[in-house]
């Protein structure tokens, strides 16, 4: 059974830091291409930050410079370190694992459950 756990998550003021992990099992982790997404009340869900198996790291322009992303194949998880954190940060952040490739009209992609992060006063 594919499971994505995230943890990490919760209140910090303006200006903080927190670091948000995605465990991962089930799933051949270091084939997939991974990658942090978070979604806001009333928002759609946007990527926040990838890292594939081949290639380079992306990031939302509004989090570069802040956020890293990063992965450890030996321990099948996926982090997200996030510094300077503001109040347009907080939202519902998902790992999502992809595969890139599909079964039947299915695409191998997995999502975690998410986790809070509430940046405030």
């Known amino acids: 059974q594919e499971q994505l756990v995230e943890s990490g998550g919760g209140w910090v003021q303006p200006g903080g830091s927190l670091k948000l992990s995605c465990a991962t099992s089930?799933?051949?982790?270091?084939?997939?291409?991974m990658a942090w997404y978070r979604q806001a009340p009333g928002k759609q869900r946007d990527l926040v930050a990838s890292?594939?198996?081949?290639?380079?790291?992306k990031y939302a322009d509004s989090v570069k410079g802040r956020f890293t992303i990063s992965r450890d194949n030996a321990k099948n998880t996926l982090y997200l370190e996030m510094n300077h954190l503001r109040s347009e940060d907080t939202a519902v952040y998902y790992c999502?694992?992809?595969?890139?490739?599909?079964?039947?009209?299915?695409?191998?992609?997995?999502w975690g459950q998410g986790t809070q992060v509430t940046v405030s006063l």
């Open positions: 999502n694992a992809d595969a890139g490739t599909w079964v039947g009209d299915q695409r191998l992609t997995y």
């Open positions: 890292i594939p198996v081949i290639g380079n790291t």
């Open positions: 089930g799933i051949s982790f270091a084939i997939y291409d």
